[in-house]
């Protein structure tokens, strides 16, 4: 009975979220449209079928495609989002994101009607950026959603950007570029629209910044009943009334949030090699090579031919990287973490293996088949669905959920800066890597980096799979006081995260009552 009772709570309060979040899902599809545009308009100015057609040298390409996450390492690297977050809520820079991912989608739409086109791409892609910056740091979601559904809805969020990819790929076959600017610039103002009258502030901020009654309504609508409300409110006032003469600066120091940055940087660092960034911005100009390079047909140069494979092919990929995120939104709280972790990272580097492979024998053997082509097309997608089970998720997932409330804003602010340093420096290089060792050699390389860093991470990163967040924030914490033993503990925990104990409400109350027994003896 009560088991049901537990079982009709949580699903009240998925539906309950998914009301309230829905704003937050339509930014992430906008994310995800605009991340997988470069695809295409890299595309569509080198098509002889194309009305915008113009040369674009290496330098450009490298810049199309990588001007949104260079505008977003500033932003988030530099602490701005971080300091606005912080200063103005997460709600509001959700607003701010809102707006920006509208302009980016009006300036795309000029863009098509100006001689100088190149220029109002360079100043959409900033405004993508920028909407990036402001959306993907967000840490909204994980100060209103509780444990239970928490890793759950934070994966919807890969499937928010998924449908936008697959939207983007679908329907770059059919209508120009320029074209996604008024058919889909709405929903940015939709968004913008709910998150100002149909919303509440993170309860975090408002505590923060001495509102209690709106956080104690926020709670209220958030939470199932007034207890759990009331009793959250209490552990947010009392984390705030304990860090709230401190800064990020003043922390560095703590384990508490040096190491969980430096578990984060190394999944992100390994999460590059899965080359889904790659794929994202470059998938229908591989597979236009691939299909061209097995093609034994010559065609007239001048000749307006279009061809639909590649289209087809990011369109699976788009579907491949849907279906993963929904299932992984239904096994992220089911199963340990870290074994995901290494299976999706293991069999990712084994599907990038295959289909260097397959290209291999296209490119520079010269073999002609005409299933070998949709061959390398199922390897991409069995290597984005294996790295979007885990090796692209966890990563954004833990960031999430390790910092601390107190500078939670700007870690995931310089966390997510670092990621998309190293997404800006991959897709810089890329296109000059690529004409010198060509696709398959890149590949290649990948799949032997991420074979090594995947088990490496899971040997460093902590199981937190059915945690609360206080819970989580405690695998940091060193239990001796005296400064021999914060150091030796900080570095045994960070290299030996598997021996240490999950901190349950179990193991919580057993060091209360020891320490109480100890005083009774003392006395």
């Known amino acids: 009975m009560e088991n049901t009772k537990i079982e009709q709570s949580i699903s009240y309060k998925k539906k309950k979220f998914i009301a309230i979040l829905l704003p937050v899902y339509l930014l992430q599809l906008c994310d995800g449209m605009s991340s997988a545009l470069p695809a295409i308009i890299l595309q569509h ?18 810049l199309l495609a990588s001007l949104d996450n260079g505008v977003s390492l500033l932003f988030c690297l530099s602490g701005i989002v971080g300091i606005l977050q912080q200063k103005f809520g997460p709600l509001r820079m959700l607003q701010c994101g809102a707006v920006m991912s509208a302009a980016s989608f009006i300036a795309l739409f000029f863009s098509s009607l100006t001689l100088n086109s190149i220029w109002l791409l360079f100043i959409s892609r900033i405004l993508a950026g920028t909407a990036r910056s402001c959306i993907t740091s967000n840490v909204y979601l994980t100060e209103v959603l509780p444990c239970e559904i928490r890793g759950m809805f934070m994966i919807i969020e890969s499937v928010s950007r998924g449908f936008g990819s697959i939207l983007t790929f679908l329907l770059g076959y059919f209508i120009n570029y320029s074209m996604f600017g008024p058919t889909f ?27 209690d009654g709106k ?3 926020a709670l209220y609508r958030f939470k199932s009943t007034k207890e759990s409300a009331n009793k959250r409110f209490e552990e947010i006032a009392k984390n705030n009334k304990e860090t709230m003469n401190t800064n990020i600066l003043t922390r560095c120091g703590d384990s508490t949030v040096w190491k969980p940055f430096l578990i984060v940087t190394s999944l992100q660092i390994v999460q590059q090699f899965a080359m889904m960034t790659i794929f994202n911005k470059y998938i229908v100009a591989i597979f236009q090579d691939t299909f061209q390079a097995n093609d034994d047909l010559q065609v007239d140069e001048d000749l307006c031919i279009k061809q639909f494979e590649p289209y087809l092919g990011a369109v699976f990929i788009g579907i491949i990287r849907l279906l993963a995120a929904l299932t992984l939104s239904l096994m992220i709280d089911q199963h340990r973490r870290r074994s995901i972790y290494l299976v999706s ?117 902590p199981e937190t799979t059915g945690m609360e967040l206080s819970e989580i924030h405690q695998l940091f914490v060193p239990k001796d006081s005296n400064a021999m033993s914060v150091v030796k503990r900080s570095v045994t925990a960070f290299f030996n995260p598997q021996d240490m104990v999950t901190p349950t409400i179990w193991t919580i109350e057993s060091d209360q009552k020891s320490g109480e027994n100890v005083q009774k003896n003392s006395g």
């Open 345 to 461: 990272g293991l069999l990712t580097a084994l599907s990038l293996a295959s289909f260097a492979t397959c290209d291999y024998l296209i490119t520079k053997m010269s073999y002609k088949s005409e299933f070998l082509p949709w061959l390398s097309v199922i390897f991409v997608c069995t290597s984005t669905l294996s790295a979007n089970w885990g090796l692209q998720t966890i990563p954004n997932l833990l960031a999430a959920e390790l910092f601390l409330p107190d500078v939670r804003p700007m870690q995931k602010s310089f966390s997510r800066g670092v990621q998309s340093c190293l997404m800006f420096c991959s897709l810089m290089v890329f296109p000059f890597v690529r004409d010198s060792i060509g696709i398959c050699g890149s590949i290649f390389v990948c799949s032997g980096l991420l074979a090594i860093g995947v088990p490496s991470n899971f040997w460093y990163m």
């Open 215 to 217: 956080a104690i309504k």
């Open 45 to 62: 100015v080198k098509e002889k079928c194309s009305s915008v057609q113009f040369d674009i040298s290496a330098l450009y390409e490298s």
């Open 185 to 211: 610039g709405w929903i940015p103002l939709l968004s913008f629209v709910w998150l100002m009258f149909a919303s509440h502030e993170s309860p975090v901020h408002l505590v923060r910044v001495n509102k």
